[in-house]
């Protein structure tokens, strides 16, 4: 049994940063892909920012040159590092690994 848990989010003003991460426990794997989807009020939930074992990475257009998406040496973690936070950026940050397994969310707020 996999469990991803998310950490670090909160509430955040416009032009801030937050870090979150991952880490998997119970069962771990090193997985192939780790990354990150996030879900605004009333729409659908979108792909952030995804990086795979191999070192390639992915980014939504929306938070290019703002976050960046880094596994651990273990490849079981994942960290979304996140600059210059807007209001769009809010919602529930949910960690992905290997399109197989999902986090419980983290809530990101951006408001003054």
């Known amino acids: 049994h996999v469990q991803l848990v998310e950490s670090g989010g909160g509430l955040v003003q416009p032009g801030g940063s937050l870090t979150l991460s991952c880490a998997a426990s119970g069962r771990i794997f090193n997985f192939y892909a780790m990354g990150w989807y996030r879900q605004a009020p009333g729409k659908e939930r979108e792909l952030v920012a995804m990086a795979w074992s191999s070192g390639t990475t992915t980014y939504a257009d929306s938070v290019k040159d703002r976050f960046t998406i880094s596994r651990g040496s273990a490849k079981n973690t994942v960290s979304l590092h996140m600059n210059s936070l807007k209001p769009e950026d809010t919602g529930v940050y949910y960690c992905?690994?290997?399109?197989?397994?999902w986090g419980q969310g983290t809530q990101v707020t951006v408001s003054s």
């Open positions: 992905k690994a290997d399109n197989e397994f």
